[in-house]
């Protein structure tokens, strides 16, 4: 099965910037969509960006302009790089990736946003 580990959580105070990173054992990683999720307290879990094996990426309305996916294809690692970052930016960050009808996640990173 794809594993994916995440790292580049942390703490920040607001206008500062995070990196994430996943890594992804999976295999023919660069034919894969992957994605960031976020679940802010009190809230469902929604997308935050998605980036096709094409490169062609979409952002949740609220981190356009902010953030940017990215993904190095020989290191089977997709990028989350966040700036700008608000205290309602707090969470837990999850990496997604889809293989054909099956979806795998990370366990997760926090990201802790300080006003």
């Known amino acids: 099965q794809v594993q994916l580990v995440e790292s580049g959580g942390g703490l920040v105070q607001a206008g500062g910037s995070l990196r994430l990173s996943c890594v992804s054992s999976?295999?023919?990683?660069?034919?894969?969509?992957m994605a960031w999720y976020r679940q802010i307290p009190g809230k469902q879990r929604e997308l935050v960006a998605r980036?096709?094996?094409?490169?062609?990426?979409d952002y949740a309305d609220s981190v356009k302009g902010r953030f940017t996916i990215s993904r190095d294809n020989a290191k089977n690692t997709v990028y989350l790089q966040m700036n700008s970052l608000a205290p309602e930016d707090t969470g837990v960050y999850y990496c997604?990736?889809?293989?054909?009808?099956?979806?795998?996640w990370g366990q997760g990173t926090a990201v802790t946003v300080s006003s």
């Open positions: 980036i096709t094996s094409g490169s062609n990426t």
């Open positions: 997604y990736q889809r293989v054909n009808v099956r979806v795998f």
């Open positions: 999976g295999s023919s990683f660069a034919t894969k969509t």
